[in-house]
């Protein structure tokens, strides 16, 4: 007995001291610096003003392939390059110098056809490209210039060039027009693609058509903020973001009709919105769509947020800002704080966990820059100010109630281990043959929760993920089955 209760409480200890963070921290910087062509082009740069260390601030990731993806605004002066990225073979972790991508002259600011002004968000996609929106903005608040119009550019990740830059038409934007955050929606193929943009303070949530080379824009008072939920306590900050709409994005996997549910929350509230992107794709609905956007249940207190997203499997991470956290929640449950839970949280490291991603290995990522006390106050420049984390999202979610563990399709899909030659053409799914370790992911079936009223279908379609390691190389696959057969499978790279 006695020994039972030493290791009892040896085993609390261990779980407690384990308990701290599960994501883990890769990269961390006081202020940020960048990779000038050579020492003698950053002296002048640091002589001219060109380059302010401290007015940089990293707001968005993503990664792809080895490429760590940074975007910094240009909110003060001095910020030589708003997109950059790391290269993680060379240095996978650190505090690293950001290099302009794909180079430096794409980056000049006031060079509207060819250069990048102020980047956000910025997300990449399963076919290869790399979404950029350009803002066309120097400054923040009442010190913002618009030297450019508003510009999605698109890049190809295999040769690092742009492929297409769509100036957004006057009527996608308002007089007070910002947005922040993008979302990307891939249907059949990689033609078949649209973005979705959150206009937060011109309240509006426009869409482009990759294939239509269009944008059109979608008013709704769900896009509005709440004027209860306009007060913010974080870092030891106390101010109002009164007037934040519509913000975050995120994308649930395809629903029965082929299509997905766009999530998306104004910053300045608790409260939870979605709509099908049936209704989005289709510009003839702009003015005709009231009824289909539907509301879900509030966050519990301290719920603002500002940026999420939404695994294969349905598993939706999003930022915490006012409790240094990550929250998650499991689409096939109701969306209600029961329902909600935290995968980390730390009050020093993860203040203001600016984005969240989840990569093409379920890796999920996460940067925190304590971005009020940058705007507001001042960041104490002897301290770390900027993290980037990484970790599994099945080692997240673990022990959480967004850990699902009801094979909640007919079929129990064990389909990770059928190997790559599972491939296209097989009419059902496969059964398991043997477990193979180098899987990274196992795949889950989902579907989505009839408890809002979002998405009902347990018929619904199937999707298999699969990631190998090999000596060769990685290989990565996505495969949709529905009750009559399979779809289609996609590679990833
Ligand atoms: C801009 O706003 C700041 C505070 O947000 C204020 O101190 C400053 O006076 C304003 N400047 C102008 C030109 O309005
Ligand atoms: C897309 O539209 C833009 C107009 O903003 C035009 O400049 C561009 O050439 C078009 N691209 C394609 C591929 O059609």
């Not at 909110?75 to 110098?97: F, N």
């Not at 400054?139 to 210039?145: H, S, V, Y």
Request: aromatic share 12%; glycine share 6%.
């Amino acid at each position: 007995m006695r020994i039972f209760v030493i290791f009892a409480v040896i085993l609390v200890v261990l779980h407690n001291a384990e308990s701290v963070s599960k994501l883990q921290e890769r990269f961390r910087w006081k202020e940020l610096d960048f990779v000038f062509p050579n020492a003698q082009l950053k002296q002048r740069a640091l002589a001219s003003g060109d380059y302010v260390p401290r007015n940089g601030l990293p707001v968005g990731i993503e990664h792809y392939g080895n490429k760590l993806f940074v975007s910094v605004p240009r909110w003060k002066d001095g910020i030589p390059a708003t997109l950059t990225y790391i290269d993680l073979d060379k240095t996978p972790s650190g505090s690293p110098a950001l290099i302009p991508y794909p180079d430096w002259a794409t980056n000049a600011p006031e060079d509207c056809p060819n250069g990048l002004n102020t980047v956000y968000r910025i997300k990449a996609d399963i076919c290869g490209r790399l979404w950029v929106l350009d803002t066309g903005t120097l400054g923040i608040g009442n010190t913002t210039r618009n030297p450019c119009p508003y510009a999605l550019n698109v890049f190809d990740l295999s040769t690092n060039r742009r492929i297409r830059r769509y100036v957004l038409r006057p009527e996608d934007t308002n007089a007070n027009t910002f947005i922040a955050n993008i979302a990307i929606d891939i249907g059949a193929t990689c033609e078949d693609t649209y973005a979705y943009m959150s206009d937060e303070l011109g309240y509006g949530l426009i869409v482009y058509s990759w294939e239509k080379n269009k944008s059109w824009r979608f008013d709704h008072s769900y896009f509005f903020p709440d004027p209860l939920r306009g007060d913010f306590n974080i870092g030891g900050l106390n101010f109002q973001w009164g007037e934040e709409g519509i913000f975050g994005l995120a994308l649930s996997p395809f629903n029965t009709d082929g299509f997905r549910t766009l999530y998306f929350s104004p910053l300045a509230s608790h409260r939870e919105f979605a709509v099908s992107t049936k209704v989005l794709r289709d510009e003839t609905r702009v003015e005709d769509s009231y009824h289909d956007f539907t509301f879900l249940e509030e966050r519990s207190p301290l719920g603002h947020t500002t940026s999420r997203v939404m695994s294969e499997d349905g598993i939706m991470l999003f930022n915490l800002i006012d409790q240094n956290a990550v929250g998650c929640w499991h689409s096939s449950l109701p969306y209600t704080p029961r329902y909600h839970d935290v995968i980390d949280r730390d009050d020093e490291a993860l203040i203001f966990p600016a984005d969240v991603k989840i990569d093409f290995n379920n890796d999920v990522w996460v940067i925190s820059d304590r971005m009020p006390n940058f705007l507001i106050s001042e960041l104490n420049y002897k301290d770390t100010n900027f993290r980037i984390f990484q970790a599994p999202l099945h080692r997240l979610i673990s022990g959480t109630i967004c850990e699902v563990h009801i094979p909640m399709h007919g079929r129990l899909n064990n389909l990770a281990l059928a190997g790559p030659r599972m491939l296209p053409h097989h009419k059902t799914p496969l059964v398991a043959q043997s477990y193979n370790p180098h899987t990274s992911h196992v795949p889950k079936a989902y579907y989505f929760n009839n408890h809002n009223g979002v998405n009902l279908d347990v018929q619904s379609p199937v999707e298999y993920h699969q990631y190998h390691s090999t000596p060769a190389g990685h290989y990565g696959y996505q495969t949709k089955y529905s009750p009559v057969g399979q779809l289609w499978t996609r590679r990833y790279w």
